[in-house]
């Protein structure tokens, strides 16, 4: 399955913080951050809904929504990303599902002064009370550190799950290069690891029934949990990966050697493409072919020409 090329993007409204009450979200989140720069905090208290309002930010007992729209203004601002077309262009930035009633929303970002990364990908999916939201942040070929991913979610009624990957880079088997072990799978994602995986009702989650999705969650350092049952301990687990990532392992990355970017491109090209086939494999048994192949191209973002500032 290809995904339909497009070479050009546009910078447009940003479209995350939607919905009203979203920027009072936001202001409580921002006030929560700490002095220290560039850090990251979770909101102060964990958003559980009174009101009797049908919308779909609602129809959790403890929504998560708060904390994703919260995550994903620090991503914008700290990186210096814009929104592109990319999901637009493709119909897909909103979708639904009228079969099982599943809702959600994708968004591709790119940096507005290209420097590290290819794009950022921003999504959301909702089918009755089981939430799930996506923070990817794919790498450019002119630094080593790893992809980052993160999905969390409440998957039952006061649970949380997690899922948190840095997905290593290069043509070195990890493991093999003890510099690029420390810099990227440190004590930091050691302890980050054991703080999930001993988490109050946390259980190890079950890996992805498809390959493709197995071949990028396969670092020592993946947290996959569930049933995690301290709200706070998820969000601090959620935000800490994230900040790990942007003020540590993106601004400490290793900058790659010119004659080597063009197969860094590749490679990441190669990563992306397992990325849609895994979402693939997921979405379609339950959207149906045509609904099924637009959520997860849009959840993934461009598949080839992973320049930084772009895609295609």
Same mark, same amino acid.
């Given at each position: 399955?290809?995904?339909?090329?497009t070479n050009?993007?546009? #910078?447009s409204?940003?479209?995350i913080m939607? +919905?009203e009450g979203?920027?009072?979200v936001?202001?409580?989140?921002?006030?929560?951050? /700490?002095?220290t720069?560039?850090a990251?905090a979770p909101? *102060?208290a964990?958003?559980?809904? *009174? @009101?009797t309002s049908?919308s779909?930010?609602t129809?959790?007992q403890? *929504?998560?929504?708060?904390?994703?729209d919260?995550?994903?203004?620090?991503v914008v601002?700290?990186?210096?990303?814009?929104?592109?077309d990319f999901?637009?262009s493709?119909g897909g930035s909103?979708?639904?599902?009228? /079969?099982t009633?599943?809702?959600?929303t994708?968004s591709w970002? #790119?940096? @507005?002064? !290209?420097?590290?990364?290819?794009g950022? @990908?921003?999504?959301s999916q909702?089918?009755?009370?089981?939430?799930?939201?996506?923070?990817n942040?794919?790498?450019?070929p002119s630094?080593?550190?790893p =992809?980052?991913?993160?999905?969390f979610?409440? %998957?039952?009624p006061?649970?949380?799950?997690i899922?948190?990957?840095y &997905?290593p880079?290069?043509?070195v !088997?990890?493991?093999?290069?003890?510099?690029?072990?420390?810099n990227?799978y440190?004590?930091?994602?050691? =302890?980050a690891?054991?703080?999930?995986?001993?988490?109050p +009702?946390?259980t190890?989650a079950?890996?992805?029934?498809?390959?493709? #999705?197995?071949?990028l969650?396969?670092s020592?350092g993946?947290i996959? &949990?569930?049933?995690i049952?301290?709200?706070?301990?998820?969000?601090q687990?959620?935000? $800490? %990966?994230?900040d790990?990532?942007?003020n540590?392992?993106v601004?400490?990355?290793?900058?790659i050697?010119?004659?080597?970017?063009g197969?860094?491109?590749m490679?990441d090209?190669?990563?992306r $493409?397992?990325?849609?086939?895994?979402?693939?494999?997921t979405h379609?048994p339950v959207?149906?072919?045509?609904?099924?192949a637009? &959520?997860?191209?849009v959840?993934?973002? !461009?598949t080839a020409?992973?320049?930084?500032? +772009?895609?295609?």
């Open positions: 399955r290809k995904i339909p090329s050009k993007y546009t #910078s409204t940003m479209t939607r +919905g979203c920027f009072l936001l202001a409580s989140a921002l006030a929560a951050v /700490t002095t720069s560039n990251f909101p *102060s964990f958003t559980r809904s *009174s @009101s049908t779909r930010d129809k959790c403890a *929504s998560m929504k708060p904390i994703y919260a995550l994903c203004g620090k601002n700290e990186l210096g990303l814009q929104e592109t999901a637009e493709m909103t979708w639904s599902c009228p /079969t009633g599943a809702t959600g994708a970002w #790119s940096e @507005s002064n !290209p420097t590290y990364l290819t950022v @990908s921003l999504c909702q089918t009755g009370q089981v939430e799930k939201y996506t923070c942040i794919w790498m450019g630094y080593d550190a =992809h980052m991913l993160l999905t979610g409440e %998957h039952a006061d649970r949380y799950a899922t948190a990957e &997905v880079r290069g043509a !088997p990890l493991g093999s290069d003890p510099q690029y072990m420390e990227y440190g004590d930091d994602v050691q =302890h690891w054991d703080c999930a995986y001993t988490s +009702g946390a190890a079950p890996p992805s029934p498809a390959f493709e #999705s197995r071949l969650y396969s020592p993946l996959q &949990v569930q049933n049952a301290d709200p706070s301990t998820a969000e687990l959620i935000f $800490q %990966h994230v790990r990532f942007v540590g392992k601004q400490g990355a290793t900058p050697a010119a004659r080597l970017r197969s860094f491109n490679r090209d190669k990563l $493409q397992f990325y849609y086939r895994g979402q693939c494999n379609i959207f149906g072919e045509q609904l099924g637009l &959520v997860a191209a959840n993934t973002g !461009p020409e992973a320049y930084v500032g +772009g895609g295609s």
